[in-house]
Nanobody
Framework: EVQLQASGGGLVQPGGSLKISCTAS????????IGWYRQAPGKEREGIAC????????YYADSVKGRFTISSDSAKNTFYLQMNSLKPEDTAAYYC??????????????????WGQGTQVTVSS
């Protein structure tokens, strides 16, 4: 059974940084894409970052490009989202996902491999 567990959310001031994590189990993630969705109240789900495990290519939504970085640690079965220069509009529930391709993640489609519980990130002074 594929399981994804996100953690590390919290309250951070505008301009601050936060690193959230996702621990994966139950599948060989080297064969898939891993990424992050976010959803704020009243807004559509947004695919914001993806790492293609086959060739380590990374993809980012324009809204986070240059501020967020996705990475992974295979030894720990964990992947991360480092978020810098946070803005109030980054406030959302963040979900880790896995799918066959990053194109699906970046289109915010229902993930076909796995979808973990969210971790809340609030950016406020």
């Amino acid at each position: 059974e594929v399981q994804l567990q996100a953690s590390g959310g919290g309250l951070v001031q505008p301009g601050g940084s936060l690193k959230i994590s996702c621990t994966a189990s139950g599948f060989t993630w080297d064969d898939y894409a891993i990424g992050w969705y976010r959803q704020a109240p009243g807004k559509e789900r947004e695919g914001i970052a993806c790492l293609s495990r086959g060739d380590d290519s990374t993809y980012y939504a324009d809204s986070v490009k240059g501020r967020f970085t996705i990475s992974s640690d295979s030894a720990k079965n964990t992947f991360y989202l480092q978020m810098n220069s946070l803005k109030p509009e980054d406030t959302a529930a963040y979900y880790c996902v896995s799918d066959f391709r990053c194109s699906s993640v970046m289109q915010s489609l229902d993930p076909l491999v796995g979808w973990g519980q969210g971790t809340q990130v609030t950016v406020s002074s």
